[in-house]
């Protein structure tokens, strides 16, 4: 499975950011995806994941701001982050864990993303 982030840049606060991630390879489902992110002399934190079923989980400081979405026909997940604020500013990882392959292999490992940075500037 590799994971291929894109859409990181450089915004103004209040300004909007979309990241999309796609998870490629023989991938027949996948049960979680995600993003996360990792702030200078920060540790790595969730910052929104989605199931197959579309149920999300958003870290409090993103609630109604950031919006997760997935397709899973793509194996695409989506970051729609709105009204972006200066400590918003971090390396973006998406993530997906537990993958059944063609072969009805499954994973049950997390796989991650190369990481794409975000800059708000204030």
């Known amino acids: 499975v590799q994971l291929q982030a894109s859409g990181g840049g450089l915004v103004q606060a209040g300004g909007s950011l979309r990241l999309s991630c796609a998870a490629s390879g023989r991938i027949l489902s996948i049960d979680d995806m995600g993003w996360y992110r990792q702030g200078p002399g920060k540790q790595r934190e969730l910052v929104a994941t989605?199931?197959?079923?579309?149920?999300?989980n958003y870290v409090d400081s993103v609630k109604g701001r950031f919006t997760i979405s997935r397709d899973n026909a793509k194996n695409t997940v989506t970051l729609q982050m709105n009204s972006l604020k200066p400590e918003d500013t971090a390396v973006y990882y998406c993530n997906v864990l537990g993958v059944r392959d063609y072969r009805s292999l499954y994973y049950g490992n997390a796989f991650w993303g190369q990481g794409t940075q975000v800059t708000v500037s204030s």
């Open positions: 989605i199931t197959r079923g579309g149920s999300t």
